[in-house]
């Protein structure tokens, strides 16, 4: 993820997490806050229901009280009910609903200990009907407003009700009168408009559903209507609070917070992509002018203006490349006397390994005119071509290194005829050198002053491993080996090396020779690289030293 990127999430982010936490936290805060609200009503509504029911029930008492006061002094109740007059009958009969009407009451019945209904002002056809379950009930719960069903000539008629108990002439009687609920109490409790007040009369636990607030005050219930025994249960007064005005009011919060909260996204998105880029442009141009240093470019130029961390580390850049560039002329000068130095090494070497067979030559020449001086003749044709042959070499050397290029002149060459020049160069006193040649052996395909190097190279190694001891010998042998390639063996019967001798063997100045260079093997594994051949070396310490050199023939090509 690149920079830029990183940046413009980040401004996101640092926008957006506030914003969505303040949009939850005040829609989760004004949903609790609201909600207790709204309990806290229900609550105040459901006391104030308690107060109001309490209220009814005095005032449902005291109208029967009054009412029982005079009915005790009513002497035409008195002769209807304790002497059964027929001239009265009609004024029993018709006396409770009057009485009903008088006191503003919605139920109204008389009735004797036995609890025969004498006079009824909801239902006048009751007379006479047994009822005793009315007062036995109210009369067992008192002080306490009771909700009562019953029947009326039209519908059923819930109503509060109480009791009041008179004697007549000794005798008792009960006076049981209500208000209607449904339609002349609940309109007056649900005083507040969000606020609902309904009964419930089934007596099972309020199931308070999603989405709504319920309060419930309980009265007994008396319902007239239904079989003994299954009469009296619980009723209630529920106070119902609809929270769909805090869900309108949640929900339009969310779309304001929603549509706050885009406006700032996409400020936002603006910004962080106008900032990202205002930031990351001088950082983009500062890397593609990092990018396009290197030893062979360190022209690049990174003056700047900026007072800020990009003009900071611009100024860093400008001053590394100025480094880079004194460092690179310090290291190409260092490169160049290095390479001169190895260039004359290697010159060196090679030399001495051509001025070898001369030197031999000389020697052998020097020793025969001392001792046999009539055979100097016959000595130096024989070892003429020994001589030719280093002159050359020395002169193609010369050539090569004048150049200052040892790139392959790449022909056909005869390895034995090399191996021949080789062998007479490198004779030394006391030296036992053999040769073994394979017929027909096919050319080989590289540079012929190549090969020589490397077998002037790896056959003095030998011969230098093995001077000095006894049985000392050197066998060069020649073969045609499989897939187009001629294999020359070079084994000496030296002390032979360690792996870990074997190792360093072909690095650059490593020598285990008193004087010697260290150049000899490093430059056989950079030239038979360069003819595409192979190198092997199999020793091991006491054993001797076995050198395997494959290169391609002629009609091999250039396989590598």
């Known amino acids: 993820m690149s920079f830029r990127t990183r940046l413009f999430l980040a401004i996101l982010l640092a926008v957006g997490l506030p914003l969505g936490a303040l949009a939850w936290g005040v829609g989760h805060e004004l949903g609790q806050r609201v909600t207790a609200q709204y309990q806290q009503r229900v609550s105040s509504l459901a006391s104030i229901i308690e107060a109001d029911l309490a209220r009814e029930s005095g005032t449902v008492a005291s109208r029967l009280s009054a009412l029982s006061a005079e009915l005790g002094r009513d002497n035409r109740i008195r002769l209807a009910v304790l002497q059964s007059d027929p001239r009265y009958r009609q004024y029993l009969l018709d006396y409770a609903g009057a009485a009903m009407r008088l006191a503003g009451l919605s139920m109204l019945q008389f009735q004797d200990s036995a609890g025969r209904i004498l006079s009824s002002g909801h239902f006048r056809n009751q007379f006479d009907q047994l009822q005793p379950e009315l007062p036995r009930e109210l009369g067992s719960i008192r002080d306490t407003l009771v909700l009562v069903r019953t029947r009326t000539p039209d519908q059923p008629l819930v109503a509060l009700a109480r009791l009041d108990s008179i004697r007549i002439g000794g005798r008792p009687f009960t006076l049981a009168g209500g208000i209607e609920a449904e339609h002349r109490i609940l309109p007056a409790l649900a005083s507040d408009p969000e606020l609902t007040v309904s009964i419930s009369y089934s007596g099972a636990p309020l199931d308070s559903a999603s989405g709504r607030v319920l309060r419930a005050v309980s009265l007994p219930y008396l319902d007239l209507l239904q079989p003994a025994g299954q009469q009296q249960s619980i009723a209630k007064f529920v106070v119902d609070q609809s929270l769909e005005p805090l869900v309108a009011l949640r929900r339009g919060v969310t779309l304001w917070f929603v549509a706050a909260l885009a406006l700032t996204l996409l400020g936002a998105v603006l910004v962080a992509a106008w900032l990202s880029a205002v930031v990351s442009r001088p950082i983009r141009e500062l890397a593609q002018k990092t990018a396009e240093i290197d030893l062979d470019r360190l022209d690049q130029s990174f003056d700047t203006d900026r007072r800020d961390e990009i003009g900071a580390l611009s100024r860093l850049l400008g001053g590394m490349t100025s480094r880079l560039r004194s460092s690179s002329a310090k290291l190409r000068e260092a490169e160049r006397r290095a390479a001169v130095g190895d260039l004359a090494r290697q010159v060196n070497h090679d030399i001495k390994n051509g001025l070898a067979p001369i030197r031999n030559v000389l020697r052998h020449l020097t020793q025969t005119a001392r001792e046999e001086p009539g055979a100097m003749a016959e000595i130096y044709e024989s070892r003429r071509g020994t001589l030719e042959s280093s002159v050359e070499y020395l002169d193609t050397l010369a050539r090569q290194y004048d150049r200052l290029s040892a790139g392959p002149d790449r022909g056909p060459c005869d390895v ?70 001629v294999q020359i063996t070079v084994a000496d019967t030296g002390p032979g090396m360690t792996e870990a001798e074997l190792q360093r063997a072909f690095d650059d100045f490593y020598s285990t020779k008193p004087g010697g260079s260290g150049l000899g093997l490093s430059i056989v594994r950079r030239l038979i690289m360069d003819l595409n051949g192979a190198l092997r070396v199999e020793t091991a310490p006491g054993a001797g030293t076995r050198v395997v050199i494959e290169l391609p023939t002629t009609s091999g090509g250039t396989q590598a």
């Open 416 to 485: 034995n005829a090399i191996v021949e020049q080789v062998v007479r160069g490198s004779l030394r006193d006391g030296a036992v050198l053999q040769r073994q040649l394979a017929e027909h052996l096919p050319s080989v395909m590289g540079d012929c002053l190549m090969v020589r190097r490397v077998l002037e190279n790896v056959v003095g190694n030998a011969l230098d491993s093995t001077a000095g001891r006894p049985g000392g010998a050197v066998i060069v042998s020649t073969e045609a080996s499989a897939e187009d390639r």
